[in-house]
């Protein structure tokens, strides 16, 4: 079974940074494709960033563009999630995810493994 477990999270004001951490035990994190999503209260669980299992390749959502940066350590079974310029927008519950599929996956279901998520919240 695959555990992730996020970090990181909290409380900043616009304009503000923050680093989001996920570790990954149980198989073989470099066997996985990585991915964040978000969800804000009311709206749906969305994409923000995906990393290849090697990390060579990268993707994001039009509106984290320029502004965050997914990466991965895999000799620490870690994922985490760079976040520069937060808007308010950006406030959300971050999950990050692990999947098998090969190739950068944006739908949430083409993931099998999820964390329970931390809470972002940027302030105006």
């Known amino acids: 079974q695959v555990q992730l477990v996020e970090s990181g999270g909290g409380l900043v004001t616009a304009g503000g940074s923050l680093r989001l951490s996920c570790a990954v035990s149980g198989r073989t994190f470099s066997s996985y494709a990585m991915g964040w999503f978000r969800q804000a209260p009311g709206k749906e669980r969305e994409f923000v960033a995906a990393?290849?299992?090697?990390?060579?390749?990268?993707y994001y959502a039009d509106s984290v563009q320029d502004r965050f940066t997914i990466s991965r350590d895999n000799a620490k079974n870690t994922v985490y999630l760079q976040m520069n310029s937060l808007e308010p927008e950006d406030t959300a519950v971050y999950y990050c995810?692990?999947?098998?599929?090969?190739?950068?996956?944006?739908?949430?279901?083409?993931?099998?493994?999820w964390g329970q998520g931390t809470q972002v919240t940027v302030s105006s």
């Open positions: 995810a692990a999947g098998s599929r090969y190739g950068l996956r944006t739908n949430h279901y083409e993931y099998d493994y």
């Open positions: 990393i290849s299992r090697g990390a060579a390749r990268t």
